[in-house]
């Protein structure tokens, strides 16, 4: 399983972004196996969980830091995950990462040592 992140950039604070993470390297049944989780990383901060999608997608969960901002989805028929963010400030500016954990099909967590797969991440800066 190979995950590639896009979407990122220069936003200034109160703009929008979409991330998508797409996966390859394996079927579309397989796909629904794995939930798919986004991570992000500032310079000299631990990796925190931003949000998460379950394997069928009835399932999301997004850290309190960006409750009503932030929503996750997936189109598993074209086996990508987006991550939509509204009212960005300058505390979201960081290194975004998807991945993907296998076996959750309707739940996900936010803890970074259920996921196995990483994608190589998107910097993401917001500021004037």
């Known amino acids: 399983l190979q995950l590639a992140e896009s979407g990122g950039g220069l936003v200034q604070p109160g703009g929008s972004l979409r991330l998508t993470c797409a996966a390859s390297?394996?079927?579309?049944?397989?796909?629904?196996?794995?939930?798919i989780g986004w991570f992000r990383q500032a310079p000299g901060e631990e990796r925190e969980g931003v949000a998460c999608?379950?394997?069928?997608?009835?399932?999301?969960r997004e850290a309190d830091s960006v409750k009503g901002r932030f929503t996750v989805s997936r189109d598993s028929a074209k086996r990508q995950v987006y991550l939509q963010m509204n009212s960005l400030n300058p505390d979201d500016t960081a290194v975004y990462y998807c991945?993907?954990?296998?076996?959750?099909?309707?739940?996900?967590?936010?803890?970074?040592?259920?996921?196995?797969?990483w994608g190589q991440g998107t910097q993401v800066t917001v500021s004037s």
């Open positions: 991945a993907a954990a296998y076996g959750l099909f309707r739940m996900c967590v936010l803890s970074k040592d259920d996921f196995r797969f």
């Open positions: 390297d394996l079927t579309y049944d397989n796909y629904e196996h794995y939930a």
């Open positions: 999608i379950s394997g069928y997608g009835d399932s999301t």
